[in-house]
């Protein structure tokens, strides 16, 4: 089977985004086969392609060899090849640095007229006139660039792209990625820096569109970067007479030339959760049609002409948006109009790519409640406790402040705070306990003060050193840490105001474990669980042999938990048919109780399932209170078409014990004090004093001190 992660859906100015290649991606094992009775069919294959030493010296013969399931590995070279692709196969590389598939100015690089996806994995695919076409496509760790008639056209059902750069392209429409559904396709885009493409019509990064005959396409976006992309509309993001959801992403210094710089949609319906929309020109969002847009946990600000185009019957807020204007119409619950979010230009955050980070005092901390997604854009835990009062809450936006926010005294019972610069003497910073915090928590070793860093001037790693500076300096009943750091390490300068602390404290993270049940259940239900590693989220596989007559079929499920620990649950289902393809069938989210999901969307794919593995991942996401339970899935059965439908027998419950505990783990502290620098004379003017070497040494901000002449 293939084992992937699955993931639970939900500045200003143009940048360059540096592209990680080591992305955390899964091993996708070799296809299977599963042998008949008769004694089977041959077992999938792995064939290699270099200059020399290999199979064969080009792509297209490999390909033209293989069989559905088999594997192609590319060697760590160049190849200027277009590829047509005939099978279901996977096509893997040495790495985007190391294999390149190039065009050479002109064609299409990979092309496939399959009903099911082919996987594309670990290259670069550039110079081309498309990069990739196909009806149905996995993209995973692949860069995409310098094609000049999309980065990638799907005209199909779709498919997904992850951990990917798609940069530099250009098109009619959908410069990055241009998707024409049919049959009720499905594109997820998920961990990827969509970058610098261009359109002369509509969707610069992304262009979604209803085609001929369909009900509308379904657009996924997710802890995706959609940056610096242009076009006449929808700039970042194009949809058309589709359905976009979009969540944990950053649409940012994207340009229209008419409407919508961020995002433009003519839809079936766009909801937006836990994203940021800043700093594009021509409108953060332009909506037409008589269909809904719903908002939640989300800033829209800094976007010119204006936050939004949209007339106010088309928009819902379901509260906790921010938006630096009053065009966007936010009045529910939690809402901001008119407030500036203090957003960080974009910048590498941590996580796969960059994120607007929440300066300090930004009104979006903490201002979401505990009603959000389970990780931010860059995959940190929400909710956190970024203001510091003890209660731990989402941040609006993208990203979450995983920085612990704690009180500090500079020079304790001394008001003002008053420094010279040009000591050379210490500067004591007391770091105050209270209910909430303990300084035992502090990691001494990696505390630093001022713009300088400096760290401790003693060593507090000796136990009777540390024990020596604790202190309850502020009478407050709670231990406090007294540290001290030379004055002409610190990088404080004459005129600042303040300086701040940074720091690492261990913190107990909750994290989830499903265990399945070791008493063996009847039918041929298989589950296995597998932890993902951020330590929030459990994935459940049940595999179930030999599906009998799928085609119009439905998959019912109920199922129930005796712990309240985890936040939601989401199911995605999908067959690996006999040609070792995999094809999506349902992503879901599931509240507590039964739901039942159709698979008859195959039977228009023209899957055959018959006999095949139905795959079913269960995916729970933790909500942080700590608990055992047990976590059961009942009544499932596979129904026929008949009328009424009949159950097919086969299919059983199972169980398995559903656990939170937690981990120690780490996070950031950092907190500020005001101070007055005092002792800045210069002899250059009366009155002033003035250190010709100490001046005019820049501090890491770019700074000198601004008494110098």
Request: hydrophobic content about 35%; aromatic content about 6%.
């Amino acid at each position: 089977m293939l084992r992937k992660t699955w993931i639970v859906l939900g500045a200003v100015a143009l940048v360059t985004v540096a592209y990680i290649t080591a992305f955390a991606v899964e091993e996708v094992q070799q296809p299977i086969v599963t042998d008949d009775t008769s004694g089977g069919a041959a077992a999938a294959t792995t064939w290699t392609v270099c200059s020399s030493g290999c199979d064969f010296t080009s792509i297209q013969s490999a390909v033209d060899a293989a069989s559905g399931g088999d594997t192609i590995e590319l060697g760590p070279e160049t190849f200027e090849e277009h590829v047509v692709v005939a099978n279901a196969l996977t096509i893997r590389g040495a790495g985007p640095d190391s294999t390149v598939v190039d065009g050479n100015g002109s064609g299409t690089v990979f092309h496939t007229d399959l009903p099911g996806p082919i996987l594309l994995a670990d290259m670069s695919i550039q110079n081309g006139a498309t990069g990739v076409a196909a009806r149905q496509v996995q993209i995973d760790n692949c860069i995409i660039r310098g094609n000049t008639a999309s980065g990638v056209y799907l005209w199909g059902s779709g498919g997904t792209i992850t951990d990917s750069l798609i940069t530099q392209n250009t098109g009619t429409s959908g410069g990055g990625v241009h998707f024409r559904s049919v049959n009720e396709g499905s594109l997820t885009i998920t961990r990827s820096i969509i970058s610098r493409n261009s359109a002369s019509g509509f969707g610069g990064g992304v262009s979604s569109y209803l085609g001929p005959g369909n009900w509308g396409p379904e657009l996924v976006i997710d802890s995706t970067l959609i940056t610096g992309n242009s076009a006449a509309e929808g700039g970042g993001i194009s949809c058309e007479l589709c359905t976009a959801v979009i969540s944990n992403s950053t649409v940012s210094g994207n340009t229209a030339a008419r409407s919508g710089g961020g995002i433009f949609a003519v839809t079936t319906g766009l909801t937006v959760y836990n994203s940021t929309i800043a700093g594009n020109q021509g409108e953060g969002i332009g909506v037409g049609r008589p269909w809904k847009t719903v908002f939640k946990g989300s800033i829209v600000a800094g976007n010119s002409p204006v936050d939004c185009y949209v007339p106010s019957y088309l928009l819902t807020s379901a509260g906790d948006n921010l938006s630096s204007d009053a065009t966007c119409n936010f009045d529910a619950p939690g809402d901001m109009e008119n407030t500036d979010p203090l957003l960080v230009p974009l910048a590498d955050n941590g996580g796969p790519t960059a994120t607007h980070a929440l300066a300090p005092g930004s009104p979006a901390i903490d201002a979401a409640g505990d009603d959000c997604l389970p990780t931010d854009q860059r995959g940190v835990m929400r909710p956190q406790d970024g203001d510091g009062d003890g209660v731990a809450k989402c941040d609006i936006g993208a990203y979450e402040l995983d920085v612990r926010q704690v009180a500090i005294d500079i020079k304790p019972q001394s008001i003002p705070n008053a420094i010279n610069p040009y000591s050379r003497g210490v500067i004591p910073v007391a770091i105050l306990g209270s209910d909430t915090f303990d300084v035992a928590d502090v990691d001494v070793t990696k505390l630093a003060f001022g713009l300088d860093a400096a760290s401790p001037a003693h060593n507090l790693t000796d136990s009777f050193t540390y024990n020596d500076h604790l202190q309850d300096v502020n009478l407050d009943g709670y231990t406090d840490l007294v540290t001290h750091y030379r004055t002409g390490e610190t990088g404080i300068i004459c005129g600042d105001m303040s300086a701040t602390l940074t720091g690492v404290m261990t913190t107990q993270i909750p994290c989830i474990d499903f265990t399945p049940s070791t008493t063996p259940v009847p039918g041929t239900v298989v589950a296995k669980g597998s932890s993902t590693t951020n330590c929030d989220t459990e994935v459940i596989d049940l595999i179930v042999s030999d599906v009998p007559e799928l085609f119009g079929a439905a998959f019912d499920m109920t199922y129930a938990a005796d712990l309240a620990s985890f936040r939601r649950v989401s199911i995605d289902g999908s067959v690996l048919s006999s040609d070792g393809a995999e094809v999506a069938v349902l992503a879901k989210e599931l509240q507590p109780g039964r739901v039942t999901v159709g698979i008859s969307r195959l039977a228009a794919q023209g899957v055959d399932v018959v006999g095949d593995q139905l795959l079913i991942h269960v995916t729970l996401n933790r909500f942080g209170t700590e608990g055992t339970g047990e976590l059961s899935f009942t009544n499932s059965n596979l129904l026929d078409s008949g009328s009424p439908p009949q159950p097919i027998p086969g299919i059983a419950w199972f169980g398995g014990i559903l656990s939170v505990a937690k981990v120690t783990g780490s996070r950031t502290i950092e907190g500020t004090d005001s101070i007055v620098t005092v002792g800045c004379r210069s002899p250059r003017r009366p009155g002033f004093w003035y250190d010709e070497e100490r001046d005019a040494r820049p501090r890491s901000d770019g700074v000198v001190n601004i008494e110098k002449k």
